[in-house]
Each structure stands twice: as C-alpha cells, then as structure tokens.
C-alpha cells in the first residue's frame, strides 16, 4: 500500500524479534514508518540513524528508557524506510509522505513553525507596509519574506519607515488637522505628506525606494541616501544632512543576517547542497562522497540530481538550465507550507550544508564557486581539489547584501 511513498520495506517476525533480522535497515538518516500487518499506521518519524532507530523503538530496553516511550513492538509488523542521508531531504520527505498517509491531521505529526510576512500595494493612493500572516498572490500586492520571526517582519517594517521616512499613521495624511496631533509629525520623523511637507510624488519616490530595499537591493539605495547627504553637505544644509545620516544608519540594519534571505517572495531562489550517500567509485579505493542539492523557489522544491566533485560541471550545467523556470504560486495553502518548512532550516544557527542565494536574477552563481563552498563547508583536503580560485568561497557575499555565515553565500 505504501510501497511508492518508500524505497523499501522490512517485515518483523513476531516469533523473532532478535537483532540480526534488522540488520538488512540502512545505518543512513531517513524516514522511517511503522504498520501492523494489514498496513494501520503506528508511527512516522524522521531517523538519524535507521537501523539503530528501529532496535530502540522494537527491542527490548532498560526499564528507565522503557518508560519514556509507548511499547510499538507488540503490533508493529511492517517497517516501511527511505534513505534520505541529511537534513532538510529528510524534512521534505517526512512532510510529503505525512501529507498522504495523514491527509486529515497530518499537521498533528509536522511541526511547521508559524510565518510572517510584509506586504504593500503600491498602487495605493497612499502606500504602506503592513504584516500578514496569510500568504497572498495578487498583481496588486508585494510580499516580502522570509523571516526569522514575528517580531522580525515587524521590526523590518519599522526600519523602512525609519530609513525613507515613511508615514506610520497613513490613515491621517489625507485629515491635515487631526495629523497635526501625529507625534511623529511632531518629532519630524516622517516625510509628513498630510501637512503638504513633501509632494505626492515626491512621497511615492520614497515608497518606491522602500520597496526597492525592502526587495534586497540595499546597496543602490544606499548610494542614493549618501549621494544626498553629501549633496546637501555641500550646500550647507548640515542638519538635513544629518537627518539623512540618521536614515542611512537605519538602512545599514537590513544587511543584519536576519533579513539575509528577505526579498519579494516570487524572486525567492535559494540552492542548497549538503553530504548524501558514499558511493563506490571504478578503479578508485574507498568510496565518494557524493551530495544531493535542491533548487527551492516559492511552491516549487526541485531536486537535483545528485553529484560528485569530479562531475560537478554537469550538475551546474543542470542548475542553470532549472534556474529559470518560475515559481509556482497557485497552490496558496503547499505555498505557505513548503516556505515554513524553509525558513525553519534557512534561521537556525548552524544551518546544515550550504545556502546559496540565487535571487539576484543579474548575478549568476558559477561552478566554482559552488566547488569551493563545498570544500571550505566540508573540510575537504587541499589536494582533492581541482581548478580552485582564491575567492573564499564560504564568506562569499551577495552583491547586494553582506553574508559573515560559514555555509550560507
């Protein structure tokens, strides 16, 4: 019943229950799924090690440990098993094969963090960022994510406002008396179009800047913001130039690796590459590491092929032919699914593998890179590698926004 959700299944012997009769279940990580007999779920989970999975949860343990979990090894009659050799494969597998074997309650077995996002419609008589924790996918509106957390999103917008002195009441700009009573027209720290301070346009030029940054290109408007100062430096208007400067230090908080891997969600492009199955290798003692990469757009995970360091110019060739193809954003609920699912592997501490920002539709990540990432991120010798650059691939930054993280580029 289950066969196409695994790559194979062993079946338990009630009468012998002994440790050689899971010797056949791999040693890898993976996903492991134990039935009775006529194919009754009992349990999903995800495994560090199979086999060693599988003899604590059907052989017989202290009685201390014994207590600590429920006795699966009286029904369980079947044990269904997929290879999956590392983190986030093993992630996605789970929460596939939960999707189908659980189809009603199947969130009661994955623990999908909750997710915020930030979003606008620019064509708005007046513009303004907001949260939201619903994924949308309107002509009308730009969502920007992902992010760490709540509090995150909304400090993301609190900077946009703060770096392009934008309105945070824009329910008043168009009641001239009641904003007066505004206090943060009161401080001076907005463009104050509801007193006529500033154009129309020339506030929809802000908003269009925010977005622009909030989309990642951070550097352009910085430039932009430096370019003014220093302009209205030279015409001795120094405490407008220091207004400015203030925005500039406000802007500088986006680079924060919090918002490392924000942008507007349909350019999101990520590749991950992490350690898959040791394989043997003709004419070659011992065996090759081989690593598996997935190409993660918005509702689409494709996995690549996986590859060896020796053949890792075919596999490049196939991320570039992948990269183009679009994001699939029809499916709102698997949308907002797969990015929780992402976003809880893109903002833990030590992520596992590597992250390579491919967003930035105008800077395109080249096979060397992506050799040297993987060397620096696994220890790899000097002398296994080939072709290297000097370019230290495991702090190798985002045109537009800086990386100091060991595995993420």
């Not at 909304?154 to 008396?177: H, K, M, S, V, Y």
């Not at 020339?202 to 990642?216: H, V």
């Not at 350690?275 to 003709?282: N, T, V």
């Not at 004419?283 to 092929?305: D, H, M, V």
């Amino acid at each position: 019943m289950f066969d196409d959700l695994f790559d194979n299944c062993l079946r338990i012997n009630p009468a012998q229950q002994a440790g050689d009769a899971l010797k056949p279940l791999p040693t890898c990580k993976g996903v492991l799924f134990f039935t009775d007999d006529n194919d009754r779920p009992i349990q999903l989970l995800i495994a560090a090690n199979i086999r060693r999975t599988v003899i604590y949860r059907l052989l017989p343990q202290a009685p201390a440990a014994s207590k600590k979990r429920a006795d699966i090894s009286r029904i369980t009659r079947k044990i269904y098993y997929c290879r999956c050799y590392n983190d986030f494969k093993s992630a996605l597998k789970h929460y596939s094969i939960a999707k189908a074997v659980y189809p009603d309650s199947w969130r009661d077995v994955v623990n999908l963090p909750r997710q915020s996002y930030v979003k606008i419609e620019p064509a708005a008589k007046w513009s303004f960022f907001s949260l939201t924790d619903k994924v949308s996918v309107s002509n009308k509106e730009k969502l920007f994510g992902p992010f760490p957390t709540r509090k995150a999103a909304g400090d993301f917008i609190q900077i946009l406002q703060n770096a392009f002195a934008l309105c945070q009441r824009p329910a008043l700009i168009e009641t001239g008396q009641k904003a007066v009573s505004c206090p943060y027209l009161q401080m001076d720290s907005c463009g104050a179009p509801c007193v006529g301070k500033v154009s129309r346009p020339e506030y929809l030029q802000q908003i269009t800047d925010a977005i622009s940054a909030a989309g990642g290109n951070i550097k352009a408007q910085m430039e932009k913001l430096q370019n003014h100062m220093r302009q209205l430096s030279r015409q001795r208007a120094f405490e407008q130039a220091q207004a400015v400067k203030k925005q500039l230090t406000q802007l500088e908080l986006l680079s924060n690796q919090k918002y490392h891997w924000t942008t507007e969600l349909p350019n999101l492009a990520i590749l991950h590459i992490d350690a898959s199955a040791k394989i043997a290798s003709p004419g070659k003692r011992g065996k090759t590491q081989t690593y598996s990469a997935f190409l993660i757009k918005p509702g689409r995970i494709a996995e690549l092929a996986d590859f060896t360091l020796e053949n890792i110019g075919e596999f490049h060739k196939l991320f570039l032919a992948q990269l183009p193809q679009p994001a699939d954003c029809t499916n709102l609920e698997q949308l907002s699914e797969q990015l929780s699912l992402l976003a809880y592997f893109l903002y833990r501490t030590k992520p596992a593998g590597i992250w390579i920002d491919c967003s930035d539709k105008q800077y395109t990540i080249g096979v060397e890179e992506i050799r040297n990432a993987i060397c620096k991120r696994f220890e790899i010798e000097p002398e296994h590698q080939t072709h290297t650059t000097k370019k230290d691939a495991g702090t190798t930054q985002h045109p537009n926004r800086g990386s100091n993280s060991p595995n993420r580029i």
